[in-house]
């Protein structure tokens, strides 16, 4: 018999379940001891508290208790609305009655219900919220047992304890939470939205993802900002969400319009603007509007006005609005690629950085903040992340600081450079957010999936073509090579995607449904409508060479892509390297994990070797024998380093910012030195205000002119490949990637129209509309039709012109548009006249994507010469008007402009002619010194005359 004493043997699974429950116990114990200590001490020292809030939520037959902050404006614009039907409710209830009511028109459909039911009460709305607050704590229960459960936390899907103690953890945080107290406690709609976006959190974990835009569609009736989250689908590819919320919006916006107009939908805007401009110095706005307004000590900061915003700052407009760009576009883009419920942190991420992006934002709006808590708190016991103590303090710290209310001790140095510290709540949300960005980090390299595995399925049959007798065996295991930023500097489904763009216009209509079905459909719907040539498209000369000497030694290559086969197999042919060619077809997108499982079947004893270049790629480096990173950015090699003996490929590359301003072609935006032209014939060069609009013109006239030249790049791939000086544009050498062409095009679009909406006349914003549509209208359809090209070139000039008129407010003149038409028909001449020469030298007769033929060449000559004197016969004619006397008082002194005018215009058809002007003559004009010195005594000139 042992005399050893016995020992209870306990399972590691119940021993990591009881590690669990501790901590989540102590954080219970850290909220209700935080909550109910700070409490106490403000409640003894006669100040209101979380506790006084929690009062609030659960006493409702006092009537002083009964909260109006959002109801009482929403009932008095309800009542204007049904007073006066039809006209601006904003402008007789926000504008001249003061009444805040921020709200869109159609935040009013649920009180429209209620006061056809009889229950238009504040009674009514009280236990409303009083229910919706109670079920955002029941959705955060859920939501934590939905976290913990994709989170393969121990106990989490199978230990009653530790699933109560999940739940209960984020049931009291709910009660607990300041901003969700006092939302309640002031009677305000947050309550609702609180609720939808724990909700919609939850929709989005079950993959439930039509349900979770309803939800945010629901949301974005009461707050448009909530419409981001269509932008944020609508970038990740998610129809499903996307059409989830445009099957709430659309019927609501349609019965808002049918009962109040669509005027007050319109007019909304004006609100949202002039808050914009104003926002709010009141300590419990957290944003970077409240912030600056503080530090400016821009309006009062202590006393809430019901009847006004803070005075207009620059400054403050200015950080409201670079501050605002900046958390929209982190949220929209953080973790785009992310697929499923894994885009739960990202979904959770951009909900915090749309709240806190906002002009102003009440402490109150932060509920939003309880889920990214959750998960912070639950990504910290993730199994294989590691948890350094610093991280868990500031979940402590940013929930300790968002979760109480702390006003009142720094509100005492309102007065003083020390009243940042007011934003606390703003300090807690960055380091919130801070951690969420490290969480994910240590989540990729942990390389444990967000979600549970999906339950088995039938898999389309792969695609996998024979290209060549396999080699020799030998000693070396298969090479499997990547094709897209691998093999290629490009990615072939961006590629077919800009030739269907170029070549079916209307057809392109049809890739958000075809992209709904599937990314294996969308590949599949291109490949069929768009020919690649192999031979044209940008190689990487460093793989080519390791390829080479791996074939030479007889080593088995195979070409593993998520392109489509009929990409694939043509390259394949093409370059003669590969044995086989792993790829897409219309059903199956092979991309990481199907690779791997594609790659695994072709080498049965798993022995083998990958060359990738990105996070798809990080499946199969897991796997493979070695692997081999090619210009892969910094993160992924030193992830992949921790998966697999990494080799990389690298070549010398120029400095990303720089490629970006080649792409953008800043030295054009010379050409927009046009909008100046209405100054000078106006004779207003020298008003300030008039300059400015012009200086802002210009600008605006760029980012648009910028936002079309990268969409022209990206459509005459193909032509500029082939092209001796075009080639080395930074898409076309796959120096800069495509997607990222398709991001800069929005973005350049959006901050040209804001710069218009913002600083200049509504007719500048109908100019510049008007050289975008016929750019895009250019590009498209008339870039290849012979004399319609050169027209609308011509009217581009034009209406830069045009467009500095309407924002100087100068009526441009008979004669000066008669003068730009003629003189702009010239210079387009000689731009079509200059690519001509170039295709002739190369021994072309024609240039790829134009429709004109190097034996025109006389006759555009003809036409661009005669039609430069033209404009200097426009120019005399006005001289001898009746109407040069009203702007000159000595118009006998501008017909030395004349023969300067036929001296220029000779000389740049004679540059053209030897074959030295550069490709667009208005550049060429801007850097020639003959050129200058005519602009400079032309000005000169009529400087004189006015005198």
């Known amino acids: 018999m042992s005399m050893h004493p016995a020992t209870l043997s306990v399972p590691a699974s119940s021993r990591s379940a009881s590690w669990v429950q501790r901590r989540v116990a102590v954080a219970l114990l850290f909220i209700l001891v935080t909550t109910g200590a700070l409490g106490l001490t403000l409640h003894r020292l006669g100040q209101p508290s979380n506790l006084t809030d929690i009062q609030n939520l659960f006493v409702l037959e006092n009537p002083d208790l009964i909260p109006t902050d959002s ?44 006061r056809a039911a009889g229950l238009l009460t504040l009674h009514a709305f009280s236990r409303i919220n009083l229910l919706l607050v109670m079920a ?28 109560f103690l999940l739940g209960g953890l984020g049931f009291t945080a709910t009660l607990c939470f300041y901003p969700v107290l006092k939302a309640f406690s002031l009677g305000q709609v947050q309550v609702w939205l609180n609720a939808a976006f724990v909700f919609a959190c939850v929709a989005l974990l079950r993959d439930r993802r039509a349900l979770c835009g309803a939800l945010l569609g629901a949301s974005t009736l009461m707050k448009p900002q909530m419409s981001l989250f269509l932008v944020w689908a609508v970038v990740r590819g998610d129809w499903r969400m996307a059409a989830g919320w445009a099957a709430v919006v659309v019927p609501g916006v349609v019965l808002a319009a ?8 319109v007019d909304y805007l004006d609100v949202l603007l002039f808050i914009g401009r104003h926002g709010e110095s009141y300590y419990v706005n957290q944003t ?5 307004n503080r530090l400016l000590h821009n309006g009062n900061n202590l006393d809430w006005s019901a009847e006004s915003f803070a005075p207009y700052h620059p400054v403050v407009h ?3 609005q670079v501050s605002g760009l900046f958390f929209v576009l982190l949220g929209l883009l953080w973790r785009r690629r992310e697929v499923g419920s894994e885009r739960i942190g990202a979904f959770v991420f951009a909900g915090v950085c749309f709240t806190v992006g906002s002009p102003v934002a009440w402490v109150h709006h932060f509920g939003v903040l309880l889920p990214a808590f959750a998960l912070g708190f639950l990504g910290l016991m993730e199994s294989g992340v590691r948890r350094p103590a610093a991280a868990v303090a500031i979940l402590c710290v940013a929930y300790f600081l968002a979760g109480n209310l702390l006003f009142w ?35 990729d390299r942990a390389a444990v999936p ?24 030998g000693a070396e295991p298969p090479l499997f090579v990547d094709l897209d930023g691998t093999l290629l500097k490009t990615d072939l489904l961006y590629e077919s995607l800009f030739g269907l763009i170029k070549a079916q216009p209307w057809t392109a209509l049809l890739v958000p449904l075809w992209l709904a079905g599937g990314r294996a459909r969308l590949k599949g719907e291109l490949a069929r409508r768009v020919e690649i040539d192999p031979a044209s498209l940008v190689y990487n000369p460093a793989v080519l060479e390791r390829l080479e000497r791996e074939r030479h030694r007889g080593r088995r290559l195979v070409l593993a892509t998520a392109a489509h086969h009929r990409y694939a197999d043509a390259i394949a042919r093409h370059l003669g390297l590969f044995d086989q060619v792993l790829a897409s077809n219309d059903a199956l997108n092979l991309k990481s994990e199907r690779k791997f499982e594609a790659i695994r079947a072709q080498a049965p004893s798993g022995v083998f070797d990958y060359m990738g270049n990105d996070e798809a790629d990080f499946a199969i480096w897991r796997a493979a024998r070695h692997g081999i990173a090619v210009e892969a950015a910094p993160a992924v090699i030193r992830h992949a380093g921790t998966l697999c003996p990494l080799e990389t490929i690298s070549t010398p590359r120029r400095s990303r910012p720089l490629l970006i301003l080649r792409a953008l072609r800043v030295h054009q935006w010379l050409k927009n030195l046009l909008v100046f032209v209405p100054l000078l014939a106006g004779q207003k060069l020298g008003d300030p205000e008039a300059t400015l609009r012009a200086v802002l013109a210009f600008v605006a006239f760029g980012l648009c002119a910028s936002s079309i030249y990268v969409l022209n790049d990206l459509l005459d791939l193909p032509a500029d490949r082939r092209h001796p000086r075009k080639r080395r544009r930074p898409f076309a050498s796959g120096d800069l990637p495509l997607d990222l062409g398709l991001l800069l095009i929005p973005a350049l679009l959006a901050a040209s129209a804001a710069l218009s909406i913002l600083a200049l006349p509504p007719l500048f914003l109908a100019a510049l509309a008007a050289y975008a549509a016929s750019s895009l209208f250019y590009n498209l359809f008339a870039k290849n039709r012979v004399v319609w090209d050169v027209m609308l070139l011509a009217g581009l000039y034009s209406l830069r012109v045009l467009g500095g008129a309407t924002a100087t407010a100068i009526v441009p003149s008979f004669w000066l548009l008669a003068f730009s038409m003629f003189l702009f028909l010239s210079l387009a001449m000689v731009k079509r006249y200059s690519e001509m020469d170039s295709m002739m030298k190369l021994g072309l007769e024609q240039a790829e994507g134009r429709g004109y033929l190097t034996a025109d060449m006389p006759v555009l000559q003809s036409i661009g010469v005669s039609s430069g004197f033209l404009s200097v016969l426009v120019m005399a004619l006005y001289i001898n008007s009746p109407e040069v006397g009203m702007v000159y008082d000595r118009p006998q002194a501008l017909w030395i402009i004349c023969p300067l005018l036929l001296f220029w215009i000779g000389r740049v058809w004679l540059q053209t002619h030897r074959g030295q002007m550069h490709d667009d003559p208005v550049v060429f004009a801007a850097r020639d010194k003959w050129s200058i010195v005519i602009g400079v005594i032309c000005a000169v000139v009529l400087e004189v005359g006015r005198t």
């Open 71 to 114: 109801w009482d404006p929403m009932i008095a614009a309800l009542g204007w609305l049904h007073e006066h039907p039809g006209e601006n409710v904003y402008d007789g209830v926000f504008f001249q009655q003061h009444i805040k009511f921020q709200y869109p028109v159609t935040s009013l459909l649920p009180l429209e219900a209620m």
């Open 136 to 163: 955002t704590a029941a959705g955060m229960a859920i939501l934590m047992l939905e976290l913990a459960a994709r989170l393969k936390l121990p106990g989490a899907r199978d230990d009653r304890t530790t699933q």
């Open 258 to 265: 049918l009962l109040y107009g669509i005027a007050p939908l």
């Open 288 to 292: 970077v509007n409240g912030l600056v």
């Open 318 to 320: 200015a950080a409201t």
């Open 409 to 443: 001790p720094v509100n005492r140095m309102a007065d003083t450079p020390l009243n940042v510290l007011q934003s606390y709540l703003f300090a807690a949300t960055l380091l919130l957010l801070g951690l969420l960005y490290d969480l994910a980090g240590r989540h």
């Open 450 to 473: 967000l979600r549970a595995a999906p339950a088995a399925e039938a898999e389309p049959v792969l695609t996998a073509t024979a290209i060549a007798p396999p080699a020799a065996s």
